[in-house]
């Protein structure tokens, strides 16, 4: 873009000619709003302090990864819940609004299990890469791989050596599959279609 109209003058509207003031029903509502759009055009659309990241760390992106892991949590579970209410209705001959009852029930405890399921795996998980962000001074896959297999090992220490190791496993090898889907630019590309669509 050039800035060749950077060295022309502005037109409060006193030319009928061009911009707002050339159709009398785009006149503006204040004479405020009376402005050469294209001075607007020049300037960044983002204003970063100096040095600072120009994307979100993991802190900002733990709030949003938690609350949809707690909603895709809810979806899967109601969808198990209903599945189960379904069968467990048929089987015990319940109709009307004992079987819609009984539906509700199971779609809304096991929602809510799975809920509080995927959103503790999701506290954890950003937990985790919010400290080593923090402790090695720089975001990168290592944070991401490490922080997969210590959620594992954690939401699993409870429940014995074996279980906690196979959790950890479970984690590192989620978390790893996930970046090697970055890293061969599948999933960037995939975004960036999905925004083109949007």
């Known amino acids: 873009m050039s800035d060749d109209y950077l060295s022309k003058p502005l037109s409060f509207g006193g030319s009928q000619s061009s911009g707002i003031a050339a159709s009398p029903q785009l006149q503006p509502l204040s004479p405020y709003l ?4 294209r001075y607007l055009q020049a300037q960044p659309e983002f204003i970063f302090p100096e040095g600072a990241s120009k994307q979100r760390g993991r802190f900002e992106l733990a709030f949003s990864q938690i609350g949809s892991s707690a909603m895709i949590g809810a979806c899967i579970g109601g969808m198990g819940g209903m599945y189960n209410g ?3 209705t048929r089987l015990a001959n319940q109709t009307g609004k004992l079987r819609r009852t009984q539906l509700l029930n199971h779609v809304m405890k096991q929602g809510a299990a799975t809920a509080n399921t995927f959103g503790t795996i999701a506290v954890m998980y950003s937990a985790f890469g919010v400290v080593l962000q923090y402790a090695r001074g720089e975001d990168d ?6 922080a997969g297999g210590a959620t594992g090992l954690l939401y699993k220490s409870t429940a014995g050596l074996r279980k906690c190791a196979i959790g950890g496993g479970i984690g590192l ?6 970046v090697l889907w970055n890293m061969t630019g599948v999933g960037s590309r995939k975004l960036s279609d999905l925004k083109s669509y949007m």
């Open 173 to 178: 090898a989620l978390t790893s599959l996930y």
């Open 34 to 37: 009376n402005y050469d759009s």
């Open 141 to 146: 896959d290592f944070n991401t791989i490490a």
């Open 86 to 88: 379904i069968n467990a």
